[in-house]
């Protein structure tokens, strides 16, 4: 297969700070668009990678998926797409699509394993995909998604990530009018969560453990917030919430908000990735027919949904644009919880 070679910024190592370097595109096939990335949100999991905090990483890494730019070139078979189309592409470059999970437009829960936008295995040039740390990226047209042109190019890129992971259990458990909904983690996500939650006529409640959030919490969108270290105020807010989704990203105790649960209330884990210490007491869960859930991102149909619903309602992130040379700095940062809320690259900086 012909590639062409472009500007990236990525790590050889769990050790080395991100730096300059080329990589191999492939050059556009039948299904595939080749997208010019104007924005690339920063996330949490690029950091993780690029250490291999989870153990996994194979060098060299590209970081990169929320990515958001013009479409410069399309396939003969591509219907979908044409140039300068402003599109999307998340966390999903591919997947079977043939088990039920991915029939069923749930392409991040495929059987078979979906492939990831950095990181997983590129069928094509039998190699590691690399993500939007880059100047363009070419993916085929089944996971791309389209944007709506009112909304702010740099806004919309943590909506492919942060966005979708908060609207997929929002969905799912059908938040709408009326319903109760707390979120635990003013960050990313929690302000993610928050804004949608409030677009779709939720009572919206933040969980913080210091007053210091509630300013940020209420222009976001927050009805209330509960300081979950105030033993008076947890007590208050037993038993009160459909859906709780939980954002924080360490370890930490699911147990007293589990209690704040009303019967048939469900606590969504998509921050944390490990085992949970402490344990979860089962007595409130069984005498409420209480559930601790865990959800993922969402599928390209469901990704294109939000995407709409966001241009509906004229959603994005609250964002630091950055330049690329700037992106090791962004990390540390980040691990301060530094920012407000997300990190996104203009790349334009890579191209200059």
């Known amino acids: 297969m012909n590639v062409k070679s472009v500007k990236a910024y990525g790590t050889d190592s769990a050790e080395a700070d991100l730096k300059q370097f080329n ?20 996330c949490h999991s690029d950091l993780h990678f690029a250490k291999n905090d989870w153990g996994m990483t194979q060098y060299p890494v590209v970081p990169g998926h929320e990515i958001v ?10 219907s979908k797409y044409k140039k300068d189309d402003l599109v999307a592409v998340g966390c999903l470059v591919d997947s079977c699509r043939t088990c039920a999970n991915c029939k069923d437009d749930l392409e991040q829960y495929c059987s078979v394993g979906w492939v990831g936008t950095y990181g997983g295995y590129d069928k094509h040039l039998d190699t590691t995909t690399h993500g939007g740390y880059s100047e363009t990226i070419v993916v085929d047209e089944a996971f791309v998604l389209r944007v709506p042109e ?27 009018k009326g319903s109760k909904v707390a ?6 996500l929690g302000h993610m969560a928050i804004k949608l939650a409030h677009a779709l006529g939720a009572h919206v409640t933040l969980f913080s453990r210091s007053n210091n959030k509630t300013v940020d919490a209420k222009n976001l969108g927050a009805d209330e917030v509960i300081i979950s270290t105030d033993d008076v105020q947890m007590e208050k807010a037993m038993g009160r919430f459909d859906l709780i989704i939980d954002t924080v990203p360490y370890a930490h105790d699911l147990n007293p ?56 309602h004229n959603i994005t992130s609250d964002v630091e644009v950055i330049k690329i ?16 809320y997300r990190f996104v690259i203009d790349m334009k900086s890579l191209k200059d």
């Not at 730019?69 to 591509?78: F, L, N, Q, S, W």
């Not at 740099?154 to 929002?170: D, F, K, R």
């Not at 069984?286 to 469901?302: H, P, Q, T």
Request: contains cysteine; charged residues 20%; glycine residues 14%.
């Open 23 to 42: 990589i191999n595109r492939r050059e556009v096939g039948s299904k595939d668009v080749e997208i010019d990335i104007l924005f690339c949100g920063v």
């Open 69 to 78: 730019g013009k479409v410069t070139h399309v396939g003969e078979g591509v």
């Open 150 to 176: 009112n909304l702010d190019k740099a806004g919309i890129a943590p909506v492919l990530c942060a966005g979708i992971t908060t609207w997929s259990p929002l969905s799912h458990w059908k938040v709408g």
């Open 183 to 188: 979120v635990v983690g003013l960050g990313g």
């Open 257 to 312: 908000y589990v209690s704040t649960l009303t019967t048939n209330g469900t606590l969504v884990v998509v921050g944390y990735l490990g085992p949970l210490d402490p344990m979860l007491v089962t007595v409130p869960m069984i005498m409420g027919r209480k559930s601790v859930a865990g959800s993922l991102i969402g599928g390209i149909a469901e990704t294109q949904e939000l995407l709409d619903f966001c241009g509906t």
């Open 325 to 340: 040379q700037d992106i090791n700095t962004a990390y540390k940062r980040m691990l301060k919880s530094d920012v407000k």
